[in-house]
T-cell receptor
Framework: AQSVTQLDSQVPVFEEAPVELRCNYS??????LFWYVQYPNQGLQLLLK??????LVKGINGFEAEFNKSQTSFHLRKPSVHISDTAEYFC????????????FGKGTRLHILP | GVTQSPTHLIKTRGQQVTLRCSSQ?????VSWYQQALGQGPQFIFQ???????GRGNFPPRFSGLQFPNDSSELNVNALELDDSALYLC????????????FGSGTRLTVV
């Protein structure tokens, strides 16, 4: 069965420090990959997506992610976080043979420490 | 964008509820997701041109409608306590999930 695993439920990091949020997926078919952000009491906002091409994907708000097919990973990184990055981050996949639904991980809560 | 109403709702177990969504103009596909507390969103179903064309692992008491005027509904009958969640609507042009725009959700509490 297909699944998305976010290895950390919470990640504390000091302001202006770098951060990496980890994501691994399991699928028998090829996938598209996504990161979404959810600010408190809000819906989901797309940070970035990988559909094809370069495995290094740049998104909004200074975030980037790298697709590693051999390790089935799609880790999210930012070189310097800001207090406004405090949010829940969701890794997600879409199966290429079932592209109507998005399969989400359980989320990682990013805590920015002053 | 995508707008949802109401933003919050409290219902009693056994009741029925209707949640509404207004899609982004020009979008012909709408999907609904359920996000329980502390979990990622889970796919309920997708409507394309007013017909259901994809469904997740949700019972038939979850149903939907899509109207020609960019609006849609999610109906849940015989509410259970476990139905308490944030319900997210997403719309796109085309059935592919990678084009979705999400609304801010409706927080449903069942007591």
């Amino acid at each position: 069965a297909q699944s998305v695993t976010q290895l950390d439920s919470q990640v504390p990091v000091f302001e202006e420090a770098p951060v990496e949020l980890r994501c691994n997926y399991s699928s028998s078919v090829s996938v598209y990959l996504f990161w979404y952000v959810q600010y408190p009491n809000q819906g989901l906002q797309l940070l970035l997506k990988y559909l094809s091409g370069s495995t290094l994907v740049k998104g909004i708000n200074g975030f980037e992610a790298e697709f590693n097919k051999s390790q089935t990973s799609f880790h999210l990184r930012k070189p310097s976080v800001h207090i406004s990055d405090t949010a829940e981050y969701f890794c997600a996949v879409i199966l290429m043979n079932r592209d109507d639904k998005i399969i989400f991980g359980k989320g990682t809560r990013l805590h920015i420490l002053p | 964008g995508v707008t949802q109403s109401p933003t919050h709702l409290i219902k009693t177990r056994g009741q029925q509820v209707t949640l509404r969504c207004s899609s982004q103009s020009g979008h012909n596909t709408v999907s609904w997701y359920q996000q329980a507390l502390g979990q990622g969103p889970q796919f309920i179903f997708q409507y394309y041109r007013e017909e259901e064309n994809g469904r997740g692992n949700f019972p038939p008491r979850f149903s939907g409608l899509q109207f020609p005027n960019d609006s849609s509904e999610l109906n849940v009958n015989a509410l259970e306590l476990d139905d308490s969640a944030l319900y997210l609507c997403a719309s796109s042009f085309g059935q592919e999930g990678y084009g979705y725009t999400f609304g801010s959700g409706t927080r449903l509490t069942v007591v």
